[in-house]
């Protein structure tokens, strides 16, 4: 039989937690919601744009009746429980009794009223609810004169809403700043001037005395004996936990109730998540640590038991009243911070980073927030910024700003704007999704719109979008980030789990890792492949049903599907012999096209993939190698004349190429990976905006990693110089190496070198002479597993099925 689950309040926590029970079983549970409110589950974030008339009740539902309806789940809408029976385990609500196996509660917030005299005249009410937004709205139609008691964040949205209904609106603060908890005095400055522009009266540093009134409110009086008239008072001077129905059952509480990591309290039939909850001496006001904590418990509920939650570190990612905030951290500044400001009060834009220890300590952003999710990343992840910190303050190399203006910020972007070149999603697509479909999560937008699933470059766009859409409740970047649906566990526990568990293939990576799917996804399965090639290369064999189309034919597919053929010239040379050859398979297969590529090999393309395997025979009778032009893998080796020809050669380029080329080859990456030799400073050879490149000068070589052409430019980082051939192939490999093991899958070396941060790279290559050498050996030992000519395996008749056209019978 199933146990019984029931639910003490209906809100954004409670059913979440519901949802992704749901979603590891639905066959676990009898589920029984109680709520107050006479709703389905709505988004209490859209209160907001509700009292401002911009949304309805209909368009702030996150979950109505029938979705219960739906999944058998019990909802006893308008219902407030009384009382929780915790020998009987029964809860009581008047006349309707509801046994059960486990308890929930989510009884969230209430909204702290001060305690002055008059608080309870008629026209005083919180801000919290659906009835709160109905009552405000009545008294708009009949009244003129509103008041707000807080400046934080949702007195601001309650005063811009009211404004929009056509009352007065004056806001009572008692700090000096405006949302002292999300911005520093400066940017409070900023919102507090652009407000009153718009019309909003603010009295900050104001003490109230009591509210006045003759049964019905009329005035606010200050300390200082102000007073201002007040048809309306909207307190909304911060919330408390709603721990009365817990307390009441002696659940212990201390200003929330008190919960462990798995979300229980010290009945351990009884769980709680949401604002009412204390973990760690830490109640939560904010949307996204609510969900962590409800996932936390599903895992609990379901019987699994692997998950813990240990807190979260909030970022703020908020509209107000249409101006976009950002905020993280500690971002007012002690002793031995140091801070970067970029101010443009003319664009309305302020940016404050704090440093410590060369690592983001907070950050407030104020008009310009794309790059929010970044510093946050940046921030949680401790990256030493000190190697790009002169261009921290103007954005993320690799989101795509360059040549493109203000047309890439992503707010003022219109709804025909691509997002996801990849997948070709425009900003109108990703909107009407969030706000149709509901979405919170950036996994939710994937699986809705495909945007961001692909390469990942537009993650940070799509983030924008998902935070200027849904305010402060999107499930923006937590602690942890699933690799996908199929699991709990991120790229670095699993890169982690593979190496320290010596897992060696991939039932045992999806066993140990308790994978919730029997067989992955096409998100996981190409991941998971990858992370086991790259860590045991002489022992896994490489699963080709894991690998996208491209590398399965090893031919890039065209539009028309046929094929690509892109030969190897190592260093870009070649000789008559190779240019009949491949002129010779031109004519023969009836190549309809032929170019030099920006790489100075030669593409020919409308190759049918039957033709593919005689194709490649005929070139590698003729000495040629897959040139990997379709693979995640070393790609090419662009050099210039250098000193044999060009009179401003320093060096030989061009046999430096062939050698670093002959040795990475074959070499399966996270991502593409490019390299360049230039023959001298001038740079011919674009070394500097390839993934490695090198840069001769009259002493030696310059090594640069980790950059980037096309659309999101990225110049490279300097590494070190080095005096010897040897030690460029030396250093070239352990970079490579390095990356090979560490970073994402489908991470290009610009945000791998930008996430882990230049000093740690340093560390591991230059100052670790050791692990250098190491990393060399590695990557050597790897190659003799990748050296293999895939053409000719499939010349031969290696997997002949992928290349034999069915046939159809009858």
């Known amino acids: 039989m199933k146990k019984k689950l029931v639910l003490i309040g209906n809100g954004m926590a409670g059913i979440r937690t519901v949802e992704e029970l749901l979603k590891i079983d639905d066959s676990l549970y009898d589920i029984t919601v109680f ?19 911009e949304k309805t009740i209909d368009e702030i539902m996150l979950n109505d009746k029938e979705w219960y309806a ?9 219902v407030t429980v009384e009382n929780i029976d915790r020998i009987n385990k029964q809860v009581n609500a008047g006349n309707v009794k509801e046994s059960y196996d486990r308890l929930i509660i989510a009884t969230g917030s209430n909204p702290f009223m001060l305690p002055v005299p008059g608080a309870d005249l008629e026209g005083v009410i919180g801000f919290r609810d659906i009835a709160d937004v109905e009552n405000m709205l009545t008294t708009a139609k009949n009244y003129k004169n509103a008041v707000i008691i807080g400046g ?31 911005l520093d005095k400066a940017s409070s400055l900023l919102l507090k001037t652009s407000l009153e522009e718009r019309g909003m009266k603010f009295y900050m540093q104001a003490d109230t005395e ?75 006001g904010l949307v996204a640590p609510l969900f962590d904590q409800a996932k936390v418990c599903a895992n609990h509920l379901a019987q699994i038991g692997t998950k813990q939650y240990e807190g979260s570190v909030i970022s703020t990612k908020l509209k107000v009243t249409g101006i976009d905030l950002f905020s993280a951290g500690q971002f007012d500044e002690k002793e031995g911070d140091e801070t970067l400001i970029l101010q443009d009060p003319s664009q309305g834009v302020y940016k404050k980073l704090v440093i410590r220890d060369n690592a983001i300590k907070g950050a407030v952003l104020y008009g310009d927030t794309l790059d929010g999710s970044w510093y946050f990343q940046l921030m949680r992840e401790k990256t030493d910024v000190s190697g790009f910190r002169n261009n921290l303050l103007f954005g993320q190399h690799d989101l795509g700003d360059a040549g493109h203006g203000e047309e890439s910020r992503v707010i003022a972007m219109g709804d025909d704007a691509e997002i996801c070149g990849c997948n070709g999603v425009c900003k109108g697509e990703i909107v009407s999704a969030i706000g149709e479909k509901k979405l919170f999560t950036l996994d939710d937008v994937r699986s809705h719109t495909k945007a961001s699933s692909s390469c990942g470059s537009c993650t940070a766009l799509v983030e924008a979008l998902l935070a200027s859409t849904v305010g402060e409740g999107y499930d923006a970047a937590p602690s942890v980030k699933p690799i996908c649906g199929c699991t709990e566990y991120s790229h670095d526990q699993i890169i982690a789990a593979i190496k320290e568990q010596q897992l060696k293939d991939m039932r045992s990576v999806f066993e140990y890792l308790n994978w919730k799917t029997d067989d992955g996804c096409h998100i996981c399965r190409p991941a998971v492949n990858y992370y ?22 090893h031919g ?16 870009g040379l070649c000789t008559p012999n190779d240019l009949r050859a491949i002129a010779d398979a031109c004519d023969k297969y009836d190549v309809p096209e032929m170019k030099v590529t920006g790489g100075q090999r030669i593409d020919m393309f409308g190759v049918k993939k039957e033709d593919l395997p005689s194709m490649w025979r005929d070139l590698s009778e003729a000495g040629f190698v897959s040139g990997h032009a379709y693979g995640k893998a070393l790609r090419t080796v662009k050099t210039c004349a250098g000193k044999t020809w060009c009179r401003f050669g320093t060096q030989d380029s061009t046999d430096l190429g062939v050698k670093l080329e002959q040795l990475t080859w074959g070499s399966w990456m996270p991502h593409k990976f490019k390299m360049a030799v230039s023959g001298c400073p001038r740079n011919c050879a674009e070394a500097t905006i390839k993934d490695f490149g090198v840069v001769c000068v009259d002493s030696g070589y310059e090594l640069h990693v980790g950059g980037n052409g096309g659309i999101k430019v990225r110049v490279t980082d300097f590494l070190v110089k080095v005096d010897t051939e040897e030690e460029v192939l030396e250093y070239s490999a352990a970079f490579a190496q390095l990356y090979r093991e560490e970073a994402h899958y489908l991470e290009r070396t610009a945000p791998w070198v930008e996430r882990v941060g230049l000093a740690y790279i340093k560390q591991q290559i230059l100052e670790d002479e050791q692990n250098r050498k190491a990393l060399y050996e590695r990557f050597k030992y790897s190659q003799q597993f990748a050296q293999i000519d895939p053409w000719k395996q499939r010349a031969e008749g290696k997997q002949r099925h992928e290349f034999t056209p069915l046939e159809l019978v009858g």
């Open 35 to 53: 709520g107050s409110e006479p709703y389905g589950n709505y988004n209490r974030i859209m209160l907001s744009p509700l009292l401002a008339s």
């Open 70 to 78: 739906q999944n058998d789940i019990t909802l006893r809408a308008g």
């Open 152 to 182: 934080g964040l949702l007195g601001l949205e309650a005063a811009n809403g009211l404004m929009k209904q056509g009352m007065h609106v004056s806001v009572v603060h008692l700090s000096g700043s405006l949302m002292n908890r999300q």
């Open 210 to 284: 009591c509210i006045l009134g003759d049964g019905h409110v009329q005035e606010v009086k200050f300390k200082d004996g102000t007073r201002i008239p007040a048809d309306l008072v909207v307190m909304a001077a911060g919330i408390k936990p709603n721990i009365a129905l817990a307390q009441q059952a002696n659940i212990y509480c201390d200003r929330g109730i008190v919960v462990t990591d798995t979300m229980q309290t010290y009945d351990p039939n009884i769980y709680a998540v949401g604002e009412c909850v204390q973990h760690r001496n830490v109640c939560y």
């Open 532 to 553: 086991l090639l790259a860590r045991w290369p002489g022992e896994y064999v490489d699963d080709s049903q894991s690998r996208f189309i491209n590398e399965r034919a």
């Open 556 to 571: 890039n597919i065209q539009k028309d599907g046929t094929y690509s053929v892109v030969p190897r010239m190592f260093g």
